[in-house]
Nanobody, 131 residues
Framework: QVHVVESGGGWVQTGGSLRLSCVGS????????VAWFRQAPGSEREFVAA??????????ADADSVKGRFTISRRNAKNTVYLQMNSLKPDDTGVYYC??????????????????????WGRGTQVTVSS
């Protein structure tokens, strides 16, 4: 059973950057697809980005949301998936969660966007962007 732990959250001003890390343990993390979700206060959890097991395929939330500002990547040798967040806005504030799925086959976009696709979830890391 894979376990994931997020880190790297914090407080930043508008326009700033943060890099989140998701470290996997307890299983074959390197063979898992991994995604980032976020949840703002009073809002539902939403998909941010996902990467397949070998890093060859990435998926992002809608263009107006994070694409072009956020980059997901992974280093399987370190059992770590990253989310580089640039040009942060107050709307990016929330708790960011890492999730892992044992799915190795390439799936459609809808698979990666669905929270039900992931069996392992972290406790989240808080990101606060001030205006």
């Amino acid at each position: 059973q894979v376990h994931v732990v997020e880190s790297g959250g914090g407080w930043v001003q508008t326009g700033g950057s943060l890099r989140l890390s998701c470290v996997g343990s307890g299983g074959f993390f390197f063979s898992h697809a991994v995604a980032w979700f976020r949840q703002a206060p009073g809002s539902e959890r939403e998909f941010v980005a996902a990467i397949n097991w070998d890093g060859g395929n990435t998926h992002y939330a809608d263009a107006d949301s994070v694409k072009g500002r956020f980059t997901i990547s992974r280093r399987n040798a370190k059992n770590t998936v990253y989310l580089q967040m640039n040009s942060l806005k107050p709307d990016d504030t929330g708790v960011y969660y890492c999730a892992a799925s044992p799915q190795q086959a390439i799936k459609g976009d809808e698979y990666y966007r669905a929270g039900t696709s992931y069996s392992a979830w972290g406790r989240g890391t808080q990101v606060t962007v001030s205006s």
